[in-house]
């Protein structure tokens, strides 16, 4: 997957390889995040069975396929 990060000329182009959550709904995994498909999304687990905590977070990571300075998200 590439991903832009922005806007801009000078911004660069990265590769993605990978992307977890700590938190999934079934059907819409953190993959879904970034496999260039507009249509698809990542969605923390919700409705039933969800356990709401407002003192825990959800994590979501990202692994690049190569070093590389990222200024902004």
Not at 20 to 42: C, H, L, R, V, Y
Not at 57 to 65: K, P, Q, R, Y
């Amino acid at each position: 997957m590439i991903a832009t990060l922005g806007l801009h000329a000078q911004d660069k182009k990265i590769t993605i390889s990978s992307a977890k959550a700590t938190s999934e709904q079934n059907g819409e995994g953190a993959s879904k995040a970034i496999d260039g498909d507009p249509t698809t999304f990542w969605h923390s687990q919700w409705g039933n069975g969800a356990v709401f905590n407002t003192k825990e977070s959800v994590d979501f990571t990202i692994t690049l396929a190569e070093v590389s300075l990222v200024d902004y998200v």
